[in-house]
């Protein structure tokens, strides 16, 4: 899986594998 940083937020967002978000 895939963790993105968002440092807006000051959070790890962890996106599963095929999300739409991370294609």
């Known amino acids: 899986m895939a963790a993105l940083w ?3 937020t000051e959070e ?3 996106i599963p594998p095929g999300s739409a978000e991370f294609q």
Do not use: I, R
Request: proline share 17%; no cysteine.
């Open 6 to 8: 968002n440092p807006a």
């Open 12 to 14: 790890v967002k962890v």
